[in-house]
C-alpha cells in the first residue's frame, strides 16, 4: 500500500534537504529519499557538498593550511617548530569525522522536523489522478504518493572522453579527497574551483603540482584584474599552471600517468605524474530518475528544464540545484529548495540570482558577487571602479597576510554597488557585507558611511568604497 506525503523530495543534498526541511516547517508532511551511503552502507545525507565537495575538501584545506604555516610562517611570529611531519591518514580520517558529523546532523534535523527519510534511489513510478507515485528503492521497496515532487538530484563530475575516473590514478572529486599519500607528482585538468583547491591542498604537503587548463585566460569568470592578483600569488607559492593545453593521449601504468598535451604555442609536451586529477565540470545527473515516466523535460546538456520558479514541464514536479540551470553552488540550491517549498506552500518564494556570492577556498581566498569590471565593458554600462589593498590594512598586516584586494564597481551616475570581487585573506567571509549591500540596493557612499571596526579586515571594504569616489583613507 502506498505511504501519502504532501511532498516527497528526491534526493538529499543541500536543495534537497532543505527543502524538505523548509516544507516541513510549513506544515506539510514530507519524505525525502536520498541514497548516499557510508563507508559501512549506511545513510551519508549531505549529498555530493557534504560527502565529497564543500565539506571534505575545506577540512583538507585547513589540515594543510595549518601544516604549510607550521612549516613556513611560524617563525616569523617567534614560533620555533622543529621535524614538522604530516600524517596523512591521521588528515584525511579527520576529514571523514567532519563528514560524518555533517551526515549525523542532517538525519537529526529530519527528526526534529518530522520528515520522514528512506534510504534508497528515488525515481518516478507513474502519474496519477491527483499527483505521482515515486519509488524508494533500497533495503525494501517503498512506494509513495504524493502531490509534489522535488527533484534535487545534484550532479555527477564529468569524465575526459575515453578516459574514465578509475579513482585511483584517473581521479574525480571523490578520489582526490581519498589520496592516501602525498603524491610526488600531482597533474590536475581544469584550474576551476576544484582544481585550484584540491592542487593547493597536495602542492602545500609537498606534491610538485602542475595544472593543465584549456583555456587562454585563467579563471575566466573572475574579475580580470582580481585573476591575474590571483595568478601571481599561486605561481610564486609553487604550483605551475599551464594556459592553453590542449590534452592529448591519457596512458596509466605501474609508475602512474602519462598525459601528452599541446601548450598554447603548438608545441608538444608530455606530463608524467603519480595522480591525475580531472576536473573540467560537472553533469545534471538524471540517471535512472525515469524522468520520462511522467514527461520530464531535459535541455541538451541533460538539465531538467525548469521556470524562473523551478517548475518543470510536469504539473506538481519542481526541481533544483544543480539538475537544473544556473550555478553548481550549494548555496543557490538550499536557496531554491526554501523558495520551492515556499511556493508549494501558496508563498511568494525568492531567489535573486544577481547576488549569489562565488568563493574559491584557497589561500588566497576568492569571493566576489555581482557583475565583473569585464561583463561592465562589455553591456556598455557607465561605471566606477574603487579598489583597496590588504598591503594597507593593519589587520591584515598582524595576521602576516597581506597578499590582495577588495574591488567595488558602482554604477556611474547612481552609485547603485554593481560587483564587489575580494583576493585576500578570509574574502569568504568579507563577501557577505557585500551581497548585503547589493540585496538592498545600496550605493558604494552607503557603505563608505558605514562605521566598521578597527583593526579588521572589512575596513578594506570601506576603502575600497570611498576609493570608487577617489577619497580612501589610508591608502
Known sequence: ?????????????????????RAAQLGMTVACIDEWKN????????????????????????????????????????????SVSMDVAKMVARKDVVVKQNNDGIQYLFKKNKVTFFHGRGSFQKAVDGGYEVKASGATEE??????????TGSTARALPGTPFDEDL??????????????????????????????????????????????????????????????KAFTKQGLKIELGAKVGEIKTGKKGVSVSWT??????????????????????????LNAEAVGLKL?????????????????????????????????????EGVAVAERIAGQHGHVNFNTVPWVIYTSPEIAWVGQTEQQLKASGRAYKAGSFPFLANGRARALGDTTGMVKMLADAET?????????????????SECVVAMEFKASSEDIARICHAHPSLSEATKEAALAVDKRALNF
Request: with cysteine; charged share 20%.
Open 39 to 82: 563507508s559501512k552502507g549506511g545513510p551519508a545525507l549531505g549529498g555530493t557538498c557534504t560527502n565529497v565537495g564543500c565539506i571534505p575538501s575545506k577540512a583538507l584545506l585547513q589540515s594543510s593550511e595549518y601544516f604549510d604555516h607550521a612549516n613556513h610562517h611560524f617563525a616569523d611570529h617567534g614560533i620555533e617548530v622543529k
Open 1 to 21: 500500500m502506498s505511504k501519502i506525503f504532501d511532498v516527497v523530495v528526491i534526493g538529499g543534498g543541500p536543495g534537497g534537504y532543505i527543502a524538505a526541511i
Open 170 to 231: 584517473i581521479l574525480s572529486n571523490d578520489g582526490a579527497l581519498r589520496i592516501g599519500a602525498v603524491p610526488k607528482k600531482l597533474g590536475l585538468i581544469g584550474s576551476g574551483v576544484i582544481g585550484l583547491e584540491m592542487g593547493s591542498v597536495w602542492r602545500r604537503l609537498g606534491s610538485e603540482v602542475t595544472i593543465l587548463e584549456g583555456l587562454p585566460t585563467f579563471l575566466g569568470a573572475v574579475d580580470e584584474q582580481i585573476a591575474k592578483e590571483a595568478h
Open 143 to 152: 512506494v509513495l504518493m504524493t502531490k509534489h515532487v522535488v527533484v534535487a
Open 299 to 335: 535541455d541538451e546538456r541533460g538539465a531538467i528544464v525548469v521556470d524562473d520558479d523551478c517548475r518543470t514541464s510536469a504539473l506538481g514536479v519542481w526541481a533544483v540545484g544543480d539538475v537544473v540551470r544556473g550555478p553548481m553552488l550549494a548555496h543557490k540550491a538550499e536557496e
Open 263 to 288: 601548450n598554447a604555442k603548438g608545441e608538444a609536451q608530455k606530463l608524467d605524474v603519480d595522480k591525475l586529477i580531472v576536473s573540467i565540470g560537472r553533469v545534471p545527473n538524471t540517471v535512472g
Open 415 to 431: 552609485d547603485e554597488i554593481l560587483g564587489v570581487h575580494i583576493v585576500g585573506p578570509m574574502a569568504s567571509e568579507l563577501i
